[in-house]
């Protein structure tokens, strides 16, 4: 049970090229989220999902995209990247939804735009 | 959206008990309270979680005042492995399509703990 896999561990983008971000769970939970966190600061959530083919947008969602067509895998897509993209990535799955289930965490992207 | 405040850092020496308080004055009625610890290049950990009153198990304890404008996390008797930075999220559940994630984690509270 590996629980929440992300990959790449670490990336280094130029400013105007795209990737995406890929986080698998083998929970079989049907939340999956993506946060964003910056040097010293807390998670801001970027987008989440309540099940296959069903996202929706978090604090955060400008210059992402996601989809979710699998109940395991969860990418992140990032269009055209920012120095302000420059973050570490968290991806997370719980069974309960959202504020009131538990949380598992994968290990994060470290992402640099240059 | 329920903002939170935390303290900024805390020091402490081993096995002593650390309360770390979070404030959350907008918090809503279906709210919960949901605290994580976080080590250097990892994920948050789930610690504990709870609605209202006091809810313990086998790491923590949360205290919740009737009016749920705060929330208090305890650690007992804490070890060098708990320096961590702890996180505390205040959010209910998410809904299906058309509604705004609301799940806002505070900027955390870095532990040091001294032998």
């Known amino acids: 049970n590996a629980g929440v896999t992300q990959t790449p561990k670490f990336r280094i983008l130029k400013i105007g090229q795209s990737m995406t971000l890929q986080c698998t769970q083998d929970m079989n939970h049907n939340y999956m989220y993506w946060y964003r966190q910056d040097p010293g600061m807390g998670l801001k959530l970027i987008y989440y999902?309540?099940?296959?083919?069903?996202?929706d947008k978090g604090e955060v969602p400008n210059g992402y995209n996601v989809s979710r067509s699998t109940t395991e895998d969860f990418p992140l897509r990032l269009e055209l990247a920012a120095p302000s993209q420059t973050s570490v990535y968290f991806c997370?799955?719980?069974?309960?939804?959202?504020?009131?289930?538990?949380?598992?965490f994968g290990p994060g992207t470290r992402l640099l735009v240059l | 959206l329920a903002k939170t405040t935390q303290p900024i850092s805390m020091d402490s020496y081993e096995g002593q008990e650390v309360n770390i308080t979070c404030s959350h004055n907008n918090i809503a009625t279906n709210d919960y309270i949901t605290w994580y610890q976080q080590f250097p290049s990892q994920g948050p950990r789930f610690i504990i979680q709870g609605y209202k009153t006091k809810v313990t198990n086998e790491v923590a304890s949360l205290f919740i005042p009737a009016d749920r404008k705060s929330s208090t996390l305890s650690l007992p008797r804490v070890s060098l492995s708990d320096t961590a930075v702890y996180y505390c999220l205040v959010g209910d559940r998410l809904g299906y399509g058309g509604s705004q994630g609301n799940l806002i984690f505070g900027k955390g509270t870095k532990l040091s703990v001294k032998p």
């Open positions: 999902s309540v099940g296959a083919g069903i996202t």
């Open positions: 997370a799955s719980s069974y309960g939804s959202g504020g009131a289930g538990t949380q598992y």
